[in-house]
């Protein structure tokens, strides 16, 4: 036990209700998500349109690709706010917070300024046809109105996420994706904007988000504890977050890479495909975000545990959270394998698409099983801030991807391409656990 984090007392106690009060709100905040990504295919698809869903598709990728690379905000800002937590230190929360604000705001303008470039080079990048090219242009001139207070919101929900606020959590993401399901709907389907009418949707849902985030996270904040602007500034703390920000860069933009790869083959098959991979991609995007919930609760309580010096918790929370994982994976790949059909056919009415996507199903629905492990690891080493270890061992992932990629599409088409995606999420997971003992004896022996 680590006698120091109790002289000091900072020791905490880690216990399946502590894990549970920041995963299920944050599980029930990212359901939306992956709820908002359905109810966008399934406007679209409604229209049977095969290349307004492609273009739909390709549009959300690019945003993956573009807003994705910015993750580091959310996460860095978790980790550092988590071990200020750890530590007691109100004042460094305090600037964590301003620090990460001002570097998503600024981000966010100089994407709007950029955003007639990236769009020529993502469609360069992904070489839809022509009418679907026409639908990305404009699901993206849309949707890019809203790149500063998409960003703003990466950073308002690392804080509390790194105070372990799953409530608050639970609640921006709700007025997020709340605001653009029902505007996707009575602006897609009731005013027939379609493609068009999902993309206002998403930009008011962001919009609305981070203002009332902002709101909510300075009304909690003691005066008594405000860090002055040269705190904020402080070279020392800008060095300290840039280079966390660098190597969570790296590795955010080598997995959005992957799944952008994944894509751009897709394309190769044909629209039919394509759509039935972007209709299977809600699956995955289902799987992905419970088992961040539970990532969440993994990252604060590593977080803490480092901050307050107390290896128990980290020990314990570890443990916990991958029970929980692997048990809500398993049940939710089972699950996803017997309505699979039924889920397929309430989003689209295009029958060549429905047998494609069900023909891949298996695929997709397996997903959460073999990323159980990767997101658990991504949520552990964002909180202890091991962001060096977080990049190379993806770039050793993502070498492993391309080897299957190269070996499994050739031989077996769609079905190869989505065995690489698996067994990329299995390298992701196994690569990271192999470090987590000697990291944390080095961590807390360090720290005390």
Known sequence: MDIRGNEHGLAFDVTHRLVLSIAIPMTLGFITTPLLGLVGTGVVGHMGQPDALAGLAIGAVLFDLILGSFNFLRASTTGLTAQAYGRHDRCAQQGVFWRALISAVGCGLALLCLSPLLLGVGLKLMGPEAAVAQATSTYFSIRILAGPAALANYAILGFVLGRGQGTVGLLLQSIINGINIVLAIFLGIWL????????????????????????????????????????????????ELFA????????????????????????????VTLAANAVLMNFFLLSGYYLDGLANAAEQITGRAVGARYRPAFDRGLKLTAIWSFGLAGIISVLLLLIGPWLISVLTTSPEVRQAAETYMPWAAITGLTGALAFLMDGVFIGATWSGDMRNRMLMSFAGYLVAVAVFVPLFGNHGLW???NSFLLFRGVFLAILVKPRADQTFRALQ
């Open 192 to 239: 027939n904007w379609g493609v068009a009418g999902v993309a206002w949707g998403t930009m008011a849902g962001e919009t609305a988000g981070a203002l009332v985030g902002l709101v909510i996270v300075v009304r909690g904040f003691d005066r008594a504890d405000r860090p002055g602007w040269a705190e904020i500034l402080s070279r020392h703390r800008l060095a």
């Open 244 to 271: 966390l920000n660098r190597d969570i860069l790296i590795r955010t933009f080598v997995l959005l890479a992957a799944y952008t790869l994944m894509t751009r083959i897709g394309t190769s098959f044909g629209a």
């Open 419 to 421: 065995l690489a995606m």
